[in-house]
């Protein structure tokens, strides 16, 4: 049996005037422990809010940099099938619209993370 004080009722801290809700067990609980006496310090708390917080942060940057390399190869595919002999000119006449719109979303997609990322970098 652990010594962690945990409200089981209430999986929520107050960080910098933000709510957070953690779904906490005894394993979890045990790796924020980081001197191993079976309590769970203010400081120990505030350093696993930090790293939780730095993980989804991670997730987020990881899923967007996906979206927008998704985003600049399926430019060059569609491109790529357009010049196909597969393609005839009256269809792509027929989708000329649709594929502009697609053209344009998928290069702002692109624009948006690169133009955020390199903003990002230089503060």
Known sequence: MNNYKNDRR????????????????????????????????????ELSQLLHDIEIKSKKLNAQKRMAWVSLVMIGLVTFALFTPAVSDS????????????????????????GVTAWISRK
């Open 10 to 45: 209430k999986n929520s801290y107050s960080y910098k005037g933000c709510e957070y809700e953690y779904p906490l067990d005894d394993k979890k609980l045990s790796a924020y422990d980081r001197n191993n006496d079976g309590n769970l310090s203010e400081r120990e708390i």
């Open 91 to 114: 269809r792509i006449d027929v989708l000329s619209d649709l594929l502009a719109m697609f053209y344009i979303s998928c290069a702002g997609i692109t624009g948006a993370y690169v």
